[in-house]
């Protein structure tokens, strides 16, 4: 089994780094424009996986809400008032 050292890894993250600004055709920009590409790459990555986050929570609330114990006239008044049902209602 090969040692796994510093410049390994650095080798190895170099050559990620430069797949991904030839695949992206990075290297033909500036600093400046690499900069601000990324830049906005990462805020989108971060709202994409923020609200899929929220998009997640909300639909296994909504799927544990729909299957709870209870009649649906209940659960349809509760809702439409504010409430969120619960058993002991």
Same mark, same amino acid.
């Given at each position: 089994?090969?040692?796994? /050292?510093? @410049?390994?890894? +650095?080798?190895?993250?170099? /050559?990620?780094?430069?797949? =991904? %600004?030839?695949?992206? +055709? ?11 590409? %990324? ?19 909300? /639909? ?9 114990? +209870?009649? #649906?006239?209940?659960?349809?008044? %509760?809702? #439409?008032? +504010?409430?969120? =049902? @619960?058993? @002991?209602?």
């Amino acid at each position: 089994m090969r040692k796994l /050292s510093f @410049s390994h890894i +650095g080798t190895w993250i170099r /050559s990620k780094i430069f797949l =991904y %600004n030839v695949t992206y +055709g990075l290297y033909m920009l500036d600093w400046w424009e690499r900069y601000l590409f %990324n830049t906005i790459m990462i805020l989108l990555l971060c709202v994409l996986c923020y609200n899929g986050s929220r998009f997640a929570v909300e /639909s296994l609330e909504r799927i544990i809400w729909n299957t709870s114990a +209870g009649s #649906h006239e209940d659960k349809f008044m %509760n809702m #439409h008032m +504010g409430h969120h =049902y @619960s058993p @002991s209602n």
